[in-house]
């Protein structure tokens, strides 16, 4: 079963506190990517990858960083976390020919 | 800059009731239109797909339409029921780069 599996699920930490939210996929694609999704503002894109050490940023990568050390895995870090990075993240696979989404099951991170 | 509106931000129906959800865009060069549904925390899953040649798929209760040239889709609900209650991504994707459009989607709720 094709699965893109996010952990941990929910998160609460603190201001500055490194986080880092794994995600990994066992569908062998190559274009995985992260949203952070908002009320009102809906899906927005923080980081892409489109192979193994080939990384870009969306359109909202600031306080971000990512690394694609292999296929499978695309770890997202919030090296100095700030309230406003309080959100839902999805990881997403890239998968057929009409650019689908495949999304992961959510982070719910909360910076207080 | 390629943008995605969503209408209604939310809507209320009864059980059984079809509903339309509209979708506008100024994406170009078009590739094509995704509708997600998303579950209460979940992560997007993809509903229908169209190209530039489609105007209509559907998938079980739903349909979609799609009118180029006007750059307009709408998500048709037929017999709604309670388990249609979630939210729904309008995405357009541009051709060439496979950057994508999110909408801010639409909220259904299904009241038996």
């Known amino acids: 079963e094709a699965q893109v599996t996010q952990n941990p699920r929910y998160l609460i930490t603190v201001t500055g506190k490194k986080l880092t939210v794994t995600c990994s996929q066992n569908?062998?694609?190559?274009?995985m990517s992260w949203y952070r999704q908002d009320p009102g503002l809906g899906l927005r894109q923080i980081y892409y990858s489109m192979n193994v050490e080939v990384t870009d940023k969306g359109d909202v990568p600031e306080g971000y960083k990512v690394s694609r050390k292999e296929k499978r895995n695309f770890p997202l870090i919030l090296e100095s976390p700030s309230p406003n990075q309080t959100s839902l993240y999805f990881c997403?696979?890239?998968?057929?020919?009409?650019?689908?989404?495949?999304f992961g099951p959510g982070t719910r991170l909360t910076v207080l | 800059k390629n943008q995605v509106e969503q209408s209604p931000q939310s809507l209320i129906i009864l059980e059984g009731k079809n509903c339309t959800l509209q979708c506008n865009y100024t994406v170009s060069p078009f590739s094509n239109l995704r509708w997600y549904k998303q579950d209460t925390g979940r992560g997007p899953v993809s509903l229908t797909i169209?190209?530039?040649?489609?105007n209509t798929k559907s998938n079980g209760r739903y349909t979609a339409t799609l009118d180029a040239d006007t750059k307009q889709s709408s998500l048709h609900i037929t017999a709604s029921q309670l388990s249609d209650s979630a939210s729904y991504i309008c995405?357009?994707?541009?051709?060439?780069?496979?950057?994508?459009?999110f909408g801010a989607g639409t909220t259904v709720t299904v009241r038996a």
């Open positions: 995405v357009v994707s541009a051709g060439g780069d496979y950057k994508l459009s």
């Open positions: 569908m062998n694609h190559e274009y």
């Open positions: 997403a696979v890239r998968r057929g020919a009409h650019n689908e989404q495949f």
């Open positions: 169209m190209t530039f040649s489609e």
